[in-house]
């Protein structure tokens, strides 16, 4: 049983260390830049119902997309009335 155990914790611990290995390395911004990742522009189409929808697209977060773009939280519903 504590064979077993010690075998078991050995594995694990192996497999974490490979696991670690495969992490993805990400550029840094150039010294003194608060930008990370790239600038994009879009334009709301027709049929975009509101800022999540959009925010999927791009895979991030509607908030972000607000303090980005100093926008208030009223302006996330798109649908014209």
Do not use: H
């Amino acid at each position: 049983m504590k064979r077993e155990s010690l075998l078991t914790l050995t594995l694990i611990g192996a497999f974490s260390a490979i696991q670690a290995a495969w992490a993805v390395d990400y550029p840094l911004p150039p010294t003194g830049s608060r930008l990370v990742g790239q600038n994009q522009t879009y334009t709301v189409q027709e049929g975009d119902k509101n800022l999540q929808a959009i925010a999927r697209r791009f895979d991030t977060a509607a908030m972000l997309i607000l303090e980005a773009n100093t926008l208030s939280p009223r302006c996330q519903n798109l649908v014209r009335r």
